[in-house]
């Protein structure tokens, strides 16, 4: 029962504290938290015991794992080599120069403590960095490795925090068995994180091949991938859990896109359940923090090597250290950007990035698991004061961050952390415009298949509309995604005769374009154009594709195994073009060469074999042709934008059409109900569906 009425009271401080934030918003809601969680600590005399083990696996895989799939991607991306060489080296930076002069600082305390409380006091908050960064004028690639480092450095903070408590415990090191476990850990963390993501993603696809859309089982579903990565790298290999599960959450954020658009409700409940997790996860953490407060200035005031104002003096002092290390790497750092930037404009930037490495709830995970004895059983060495210093400087960072801060930016900042209250602009269903009851006995009233179709073909026509030489990629692909759900509804369609003659039309017509592809395919061999390897790999591809037909396949967009071979296929060109020699990157332009050819081909074939007076276009299925034809024109656009393309701007299209897309259908819904062709109760669903789809794309940043 106990446990029961410290669980309620926990989630009762974090509403409270949120509320509390509501009307003072220049106050991070976490010091809230640990405000609140001290003074019930005081008042009724509260202490949790914590087991490490646990603690890790609820609270650090699921906020990480949630980090690393919101966390935008396009910045991660842009500077991924820097980011990831910064947010190793700086935190191994941090942890020996840090932890050295802690260890100064406080004669009483080892050096492997103070390594530790420096590795654990490394990691910033990923929110509370990008929120301040995004209201403050830093210079792009400054901006790129504050906030991409926050997210990546979680992961190598926690590792060193971990082998430095080892040592503390055993009081054994090797640095060659040092070095031997943490590319162990690291490289074969990341490989779980992302192989088991990707057998989820496989998962996912097959659901949805399957129409299994149940909002609540995929959303359990994807809510769990966390724990269970973070359990079977642990406890089976051994190896990083906190690596997999950020590895896992990046990969799946790369990948969504893929089937985002088919589930629209399922993710929007998804990430809204997400929302509540690390509002609870976060919450809690910090109340619990503030809970423990209590008692680690208990025992660090009680503390004979150490007097209670020293105690608050080493506070600022261990801020300041991180503080001038982090100042120091950001200014240096600036040195090797070409831009002519001045002396002291250097200066601020670097002030302003080293005060936005606010502590969170990484450190506060970290710092209590330390465990209360050693292997000895002799207690910790100056643990109290080790969760007082961590306490201290995380309640410092954010205090140093709203009081400094805005004099540098010249304006006032609002600080966010992990968990904070996020609003989601939903529309409301209006009652109000569906008032169709008085006609629906005059007009046919559509079913929602029928009514979805009706809307989505007028998206696709705005598509096209919008079609441009600079946006053909984008355009494209979207109308192959609408063309893709415009398919799966006729096919659902009650009349049997229509599905199979979409079916065998579809399964025809791509016959045709395979035998065209393989003529194509053998005149570019016979003229020299391209290598035996070249040929032999697609000569298999497309005999695989026949023989594929001949089951019944008719190739979709989502298939497990297109999906595996895609995935597989597009990391080994990358890989090539990036650090190939040049017979390597020969090899890759015969490969878009053959991609742009067969696809030119399928086309032409196509159009040949529709106009042949022995065939009777009429009777084949118009959307079956529509979607061959789009397929191909969006693999030609492929090829010609992969070397020349901005993925950025790419991805600025698509969120701008999609949303141009949803609001021809926002039109299509109210003409359909003005007309008196919709139910109410249809009209509602199909109005929800969009809003639905609306926002999702509003929450989704661009890579």
């Known amino acids: 029962m106990a446990i029961v009425e410290t669980i309620i009271g926990l989630i009762l401080m974090v509403l409270v504290s949120n509320l509390i934030n509501h009307y003072f918003k220049w106050l991070p809601v976490s010091l809230v938290q640990i405000f609140l969680g001290t003074i019930v600590a005081l008042i009724f005399n509260i202490k949790i015991d914590l087991d490490a083990n646990w603690f890790l696996l609820l609270f650090i895989a699921p906020l990480l794992y949630n980090d690393g799939r919101r966390f935008p991607r396009k910045e991660l991306w842009k500077l991924k080599g ?14 020996l120069v840090g932890g050295f002069l802690i260890a100064q600082l406080i004669p009483s305390m080892p050096l492997p403590v103070g390594i530790a409380l420096a590795a654990v006091l490394a990691p910033t908050d990923p929110v509370a960095v990008h929120s301040i960064s995004k209201q403050v ?62 057998l989820v993603i496989l998962i996912i696809e097959w659901l949805i091949i399957k129409d299994f859309n149940d909002v609540v089982f995929n959303t359990v579903l994807q809510v769990s991938i966390p724990f269970i990565i973070y359990l079977v790298t642990e406890k089976y290999l051994h190896a990083s859990g906190v690596i997999a599960v ?121 710092v209590l698991t330390i465990p209360l004895t050693i292997a000895s059983g002799a207690p910790f060495p100056e643990r109290s004061l080790v969760l007082f210093l961590a306490a201290g400087v995380i309640i410092l960072s954010m205090l140093m961050a709203i009081i400094v801060l805005p004099f540098l930016a010249g304006k006032s900042l609002a600080i966010q952390t992990r968990g904070a209250n996020t609003e989601l602009n939903t529309d409301e269903l209006d009652n109000d415009e569906d008032q169709t009851d008085s006609v629906a006995e005059q007009v046919p009233i559509l079913t929602k298949n029928q009514a979805k179709l009706y809307i989505l073909k007028n998206a696709v026509r705005s598509l096209e509309e919008q079609r441009r030489q600079q946006n053909q990629l984008a355009v494209y692909q979207l109308i192959l995604e609408y063309q893709y759900l ?51 790999y697609y ?9 594929e ?22 990391f080994d060109r990358q890989f090539k073009v990036r650090y190939g020699n040049q017979q390597a990157k020969q090899f890759m332009a015969q490969i878009r060469l053959v991609e742009r050819a067969l696809a030119k081909i399928a086309i032409k074939t196509l159009s040949e074999y529709l106009r042949d007076s022995n065939v009777n276009e009429k009777k084949f299925n118009r959307e079956a042709i529509y979607h061959l034809i789009i397929r191909y024109r969006t693999l030609i656009e492929k090829q010609k934008n992969q ?61």
Do not use: C
Request: glycine share 6%; proline share 2%.
């Open 539 to 547: 000569q298999r591809r497309l005999e695989h594709q026949l023989k």
């Open 549 to 570: 037909i001949d089951h019944g396949a008719t190739l979709p967009q989502f298939g497990i195994l297109f999906s595996l071979r895609r995935t597989i296929l597009r």
């Open 486 to 536: 415009i398919k799966k509804l006729e096919i659902s369609e009650e009349d049997q005769p229509n599905e199979a003659s979409i079916i065998t039309d579809e399964l025809k017509l791509n016959r045709v374009a395979i035998k065209g592809q393989q003529k194509e395919l053998q005149r570019l061999y016979q003229s020299n154009q391209i290598q035996q390897k070249v040929f032999q």
């Open 137 to 198: 004028k830093l210079p792009e690639n400054v901006l790129h490795l504050v906030s991409g480092e926050s997210l990546i450095n979680d992961a190598s903070g926690l590792i060193g925090f971990k082998y430095a408590i080892a040592i503390v415990i055993t009081g054994y090191f090797s640095l060659y068995q040092a070095v031997g476990d943490f590319f162990y850990v690291s490289i074969i963390g990341g490989l779980a994180g992302l192989l088991l993501m990707g």
């Open 246 to 366: 950020v590895v896992a959450g990046v990969f799946f954020a790369s990948q969504r896109n893929n089937f985002i658009s088919v589930q629209p409700e399922i993710n929007l409940v998804t990430e809204r359940t997400w929302d509540i997790i690390a509002y609870l996860l976060n919450g809690t953490m910090f109340t619990i923090l503030g809970v423990e407060l209590p008692f680690a200035m208990q025992g660090a005031i009680k503390s004979d090597r150490v007097d209670t104002f020293r105690a608050f003096l080493l506070i600022g002092a261990v801020w300041l250290i991180l503080l001038v290390i982090r100042v120091g790497w950001t200014f240096v750092y600036q040195l090797f950007d070409h831009q002519k930037t001045k002396l002291l404009a250097r200066l601020k930037i670097a002030l302003i990035s080293g005060l936005s490495g606010v502590r969170g709830a990484i450190t506060m995970a970290g």
């Open 82 to 95: 820097p980011i990831f060489n910064n947010a190793i080296l700086l935190v191994f930076l941090t942890m």
């Open 643 to 703: 070397t020349s393309s901005d993925p950025t701007a790419y991805q600025q299209q698509m969120k701008s059409l999609r949303l141009k897309s949803i609001n021809v259908q926002r039109l299509s819904l109210q003409f359909l109900i003005e007309q008196g062709y919709l139910d109410h109760r249809t009209a509602m669903q199909l109005r929800q569906y969009i809003n639905h789809e609306e926002n999702l794309q509003l929450q989704i940043d661009p890579i």
